[in-house]
């Protein structure tokens, strides 16, 4: 069965970083796109970035663009983001997602902090 773990999450000071990992299993990892997403208390859920089955295409949330870096690792079946100049704003709770034929799946998600 199609297995999605999000770890990496964790309290950091503003303008910290931390890198986010999810770990996919029960599918052929490199034939998806994978997406990041992330709902702040009170918000609803919001997708911060995707990355194409081959890596050839990301893109991403306008208020994360040029911090936020999405990559999949093929070798381990791992779907990465790197968040860099972190703000208080970013505090969300972090999922990994994919779609597979009309199913879309999701980790249970991981906590982001951003908190002096």
């Known amino acids: 069965q199609v297995q999605l773990v999000e770890s990496g999450g964790g309290l950091v000071q503003p303008g910290g970083s931390l890198r986010l990992s999810c770990a996919a299993s029960?599918?052929?990892?490199?034939?998806?796109?994978m997406y990041w997403h992330r709902q702040a208390p009170g918000k609803e859920r919001e997708q911060v970035a995707f990355?194409?089955?081959?890596?050839?295409?990301?893109n991403y949330a306008s208020s994360v663009a040029g911090r936020f870096t999405i990559s999949k690792d093929l070798a381990k079946n791992t779907v990465n983001l790197q968040m860099n100049s972190l703000k208080p704003e970013d505090t969300a709770v972090y999922y990994c997602?994919?779609?597979?034929?009309?199913?879309?799946?999701w980790g249970k998600g991981t906590l982001v902090t951003v908190s002096s």
């Open positions: 997602k994919v779609i597979i034929g009309a199913i879309t799946y």
């Open positions: 029960g599918f052929i990892f490199r034939n998806y796109g």
């Open positions: 990355i194409r089955s081959d890596s050839s295409v990301t």
